[in-house]
T-cell receptor, first 114, second 111 residues
Framework: NAGVTQTPKFQVLKTGQSMTLQCAQD?????MSWYRQDPGMGLRLIHY???????DQGEVPNGYNVSRSTTEDFPLRLLSAAPSQTSVYFC?????????????FGEGSRLTVL | EDKVVQSPLSLVVHEGDTVTLNCSYE??????LLWYKQEKKAPTFLFML????IEKKSGRLSSILDKKELFSILNITATQTGDSAIYLC???????????FGTGTSLTVIP
């Protein structure tokens, strides 16, 4: 079982460039989410989805877009990267739309914006 | 504003010591509290707590929730160097499908 797979693991961007962080899960989880982790800030929710075709904003959504066209995939798009978006990004999924139970995390994507 | 506060922020102990990590929360429509251990990569699940006063145990780790006072503790007995990690507390809200994370406690166990 692959679980939650994130790509790429590392990325360096220049200010203003765009990119997409990919997240895929093979557990048939309805709930998927993106977090960023910064020193001293813990994990902060960017966007989440409770099922295909449904997305919503979390605590820090500015500068990021998401879509959920399938149950398996939940990509995170940075349209115009800024140095403030330098962070470690985690995708996480959970069993049902009520988000009960534990979150399953991907291994993280370290993004540096110069 | 919903928030989760963990203390201490960091802790250095010697092998064999017992540690207690704290997590307090103010979250509307509480559903569950979860503890995670994060070493170099992704957080890994430790416990999920939904009811007050019922201790969850796994080996040397145990945790309990107090829904009246809005806090949880994570105890680690006979610590080992492999326990060195960041321990994260998260609270799940019934509404909004959101998990609120604390900043974590960084534990270092010295041989």
């Amino acid at each position: 079982n692959a679980g939650v797979t994130q790509t790429p693991k590392f990325q360096v961007l220049k200010t203003g460039q765009s990119m997409t962080l990919q997240c895929a899960q093979d557990m048939n989880h309805e709930y998927m989410s993106w977090y960023r982790q910064d020193p001293g800030m813990g994990l902060r929710l960017i966007h989440y989805s409770v099922g295909a075709g449904i997305t919503d904003q979390g605590e820090v959504p500015n500068g990021y877009n998401v879509s959920r066209s399938t149950t398996e995939d939940f990509p995170l798009r940075l349209l115009s990267a800024a140095p403030s978006q330098t962070s470690v990004y985690f995708c996480a999924s959970s069993y049902d739309a009520g988000a009960t139970g534990e979150l399953f995390f991907g291994e993280g994507s370290r993004l540096t914006v110069l | 504003e919903d928030k989760v506060v963990q203390s201490p922020l960091s802790l250095v102990v010697h092998e064999g010591d017992t540690v207690t990590l704290n997590c307090s929360y103010e979250v509307t429509n509480f559903r569950s509290l979860l503890w995670y251990k994060q070493e170099k990569k992704a957080p890994t699940f430790l416990f999920m707590l939904t009811s007050s006063g019922i201790e969850k145990k796994s080996g040397r780790l145990s945790s309990i929730l107090d829904k009246k006072e809005l806090f949880s503790i994570l105890n680690i007995t006979a610590t080992q160097t492999g326990d060195s990690a960041i321990y994260l507390c998260a609270v799940e809200a019934l509404t909004g499908n959101q998990f609120y994370f604390g900043t974590g406690t960084s534990l270092t166990v010295i041989p």
